[in-house]
């Protein structure tokens, strides 16, 4: 691309760096909330089968 060096000498070097970085942060903060929200999204499905069980058994 050869707007991208045009882009960068726009800008200060520290600029761009302070910009990826908050960028690669955002993104794995991101991943991790998605990750872990699935995990347990997985973990619900997985434990409402044994929720009714249990509840099965207290009625009984």
Do not use: W
């Amino acid at each position: 691309m050869p707007a991208l060096p045009i882009l960068i000498g726009l800008f200060d070097k520290r600029i761009v760096n302070a910009l990826l970085y908050g960028l690669t942060a955002a993104i794995l903060l991101l991943a991790f909330l998605v990750g872990a929200f699935g995990i347990l999204f997985i973990e619900s499905l997985f434990m409402k089968d044994e929720i009714q069980i249990m509840i099965h058994c207290l009625v009984k």
